[in-house]
């Protein structure tokens, strides 16, 4: 590999974009996807990256594997699995006067009304498993209340399919390969 070549590929591995990676390896803008497309289509320039994400792979101790679990855990995780919601009935008490008692002073009521009353609870984190615990990004209680926040499930999710091939960020084309070398000569021609 030329050492414009390795520097690519060096650079491919920080965010798996090639014509960023391309740009930053030093070739022109204007031809930075294109080039960056060729590069990756390289035996040389393939096998390069992908020992290097092997390598990368080994050295920190996650798999593609356990990214993809714990993306499942997010993608596949609702806030149904965290909190408890519907409604309860709940009595409401007046004393001879009209006047609303405390929850704790309804024995006491001259008219008890009952309502259903929505309610919202968290469910007890230990009583949660630990794949939902991880889809989990924050908790907090404040004056308004608990809040609960999930880690992003749509990106979680668009990542996975991703992975599996289910979304093609560019369209794909088989082409033959007697025709895809006269589309190269012809692209080197008008660059020559």
Known sequence: MTPKQT??????LIDLNATQAAIRA???????????????????????????MAARAEKTGIAAQDVL?????????????VTDWGTKEVAIGYDADGKKLRAEDI??????HYLDAPFVKPVNRDDL??????????????????KIKMHDKVGALTQIG?????FKDKTEYS???????????????ERG
């Open 175 to 189: 082409v033959s390969e007697s025709l895809e070398a006269l589309i190269a000569a012809s692209m080197s021609a």
């Open 26 to 52: 030093g070739y022109s803008e204007k031809t930075a996807a294109e080039v960056g497309y060729e590069n990756l289509r390289k035996p040389q320039i393939g096998k390069a990256i992908e020992e290097a």
């Open 69 to 81: 679990d714990e993306l499942a855990k997010c993608g596949f995780t609702s806030l149904a699995d």
């Open 129 to 146: 498993p630990q794949e939902v615990r991880a889809a989990v990004a924050e908790v907090s209680l404040g004056k308004d209340g608990f």
């Open 162 to 166: 991703r992975h599996l091939g289910m």
């Open 7 to 12: 520097l690519f590929a060096a650079e491919y």
């Open 107 to 112: 024995g006491d009521a001259v008219v008890v």
